[in-house]
Structures are given as structure tokens and as C-alpha cells.
């Protein structure tokens, strides 16, 4: 670990530097913290102005390298996550509509093709039972739920529901 320490301060001119960094800007900290990037590590400048004598602030200083790469890293990995959902739900988007968009321009075109005395015109059904299965599952649901309810309120001393 990279060592941490404190900068004496007068009028934002470095006084004692025990801190084993070359403090560039102390000026342009800002109000109370900043970063300041030294080629591959990051650290973060705390300043405290000191109530005596007047001018003097101390600059503690802290490598946070380890803190700041990993911040990075979560927002590259949030960043990616993100992404991903938007085009996964853009693809799925895009399929749901293109199936509906394609089965209803059959649609339009047999209609068209009615509309011009042509009444032979057909449609092929293309649903898919495994939907239809999934809906009839959905409907008998809720009164399984009411059928276990009244088992779990005999017990719970409860009046069954109707």
C-alpha cells in the first residue's frame, strides 16, 4: 500500500509534505475534496482550513486507486447490463410485432382479395395450441387458490371464503 499522509498549508502554497506525493494543485481542490489523477493512481485531497493560525489548511491525502478502478468497473458491467436488456427487449419487440404486423397483412390481403368478388380467398390458421394451453392453465388458477384457502382457514380457525 502506497502511503498516506498530510500536506501543511498556507495560502495554498505547500509548506511540509509528508504525504510521498507531489501535490500539483492544491488551489483547485475546490471547497472541501477533490481527485487528482498522478499517471495510474487516483487520490483523494481532503482540505481543513485550520481555525490558528489564519491562512494555514491541512491537506490529508488518501490513495484510492483500489475504490475508484472499482467504481469504474461497476459502471462498465452496469453500463453492459443495461445495454443488454435494452436490445434484448428491442429484439423481442421487434418479433412480437413482426409476427403480429405479418399475420395481419394476410389478413389484409385476403380481404382485399374479397373485396374484389374473389370469395374462395382463405387464411390458414396459424395460432399455436401451447398458448391456448397456458390461458386454459391461467383460468382454472384462482379457483384451485380458493379451494386451498378453505382447506388453510379450517386450520387457521378462519370461515372459509365464498
Known amino acids: 500500500m502506497l502511503p498516506r499522509g498530510y500536506v501543511l498549508l498556507k495560502s ?16 483547485g481542490i475546490g471547497a472541501d475534496y477533490g481527485i487528482q489523477r498522478l499517471g495510474e493512481e487516483y487520490l483523494l485531497l481532503m482540505r481543513e482550513p485550520l481555525s490558528y493560525p489564519d491562512g494555514f489548511s491541512v491537506l490529508a491525502v488518501k490513495n484510492v486507486t483500489g475504490q475508484w478502478n472499482g467504481v469504474r468497473r461497476q459502471a462498465i458491467i452496469f453500463g453492459a447490463c443495461f445495454l443488454a436488456a435494452i436490445l434484448g427487449a428491442a429484439a423481442v419487440t421487434f418479433s412480437l410485432t413482426g409476427r403480429m404486423l405479418g399475420a395481419l397483412g394476410k389478413l389484409e390481403r385476403a380481404a382485399g382479395e374479397i373485396s374484389r368478388g374473389n370469395l374462395s380467398t382463405r387464411v390458414a390458421v396459424e395460432s399455436d395450441e401451447r398458448w391456448g394451453r ?22 387457521w380457525g378462519r370461515w372459509p371464503m365464498r
Open 12 to 27: 495554498d502554497t505547500p509548506i511540509v509534505n509528508k504525504t510521498g506525493y507531489e501535490i500539483l494543485d492544491p488551489g
Open 134 to 155: 397456458w390461458r386454459r392453465y391461467l383460468t382454472r388458477c384462482p379457483d384451485r387458490w380458493r379451494s386451498r384457502w378453505r382447506i388453510w382457514s379450517f386450520f
